[in-house]
């Protein structure tokens, strides 16, 4: 059990910074070898989105990597108190960024409504990151974790989040 969870952590880990440093390698080639994709991907809305996004993985990230390292010391308590004081001010700093997304909605929408769609689905996927980190687990990958989800009749919290409502309390 103990091999497998530590498994899991690190393919968590690696896999979220994985995908984040992809992400910005794709976009800046995007950026390099299609003209078309210069006045969609660098906008200031679609930039917001993007660096948003990339924020909030890597806040997954940094949690998985966290938790790995507890594990590696055969740690299975809670984040330490400063730790989980940084992802609750991380929360709120999303939150505030999010609330701040929204105003470059109108402001996309009314400007330059032909790239919206870009900045809606970059800031749809970091708002669902957020929710899927700080709030309820979204994410089933393995079919076993797919049969728990269908037991369990719904969605649970995020790991992050009941350590988070351990902190608060």
């Known amino acids: 059990m103990h091999k497998k969870m530590k498994k899991k952590f690190l393919s968590l880990w690696t896999g979220e910074f994985t995908a984040t440093i992809l992400f ?84 996309q929408v009314i400007v330059f409504p032909l790239e919206f769609y870009w900045f809606l689905f970059l800031y749809l996927f970091a708002i669902i990151e957020y929710i899927n980190y700080y709030h309820i687990r979204l994410s089933y990958l393995t079919m076993d974790e797919i049969k728990e989800f269908i037991r369990q009749k719904g969605f649970r919290s995020s790991k992050l989040a009941k350590e988070l409502k351990f902190f608060n309390k």
Do not use: C, P
């Open 24 to 107: 910005a390698l794709v976009w800046m080639q995007y950026l390099a070898l299609f003209e078309w994709a210069d006045s969609y991907l660098s906008s200031f809305s679609t930039l917001y989105a993007f660096a948003l996004l990339e924020f909030i993985l890597l806040q997954g990230s940094y949690y998985w990597f966290l938790k790995w390292k507890q594990l590696k010391r055969k740690d299975y308590s809670h984040l330490s108190y400063g730790q989980l004081r940084l992802f609750s001010w991380f929360k709120k700093m999303n939150l505030f960024l999010i609330g701040i997304g929204f105003l470059v909605l109108i402001y």
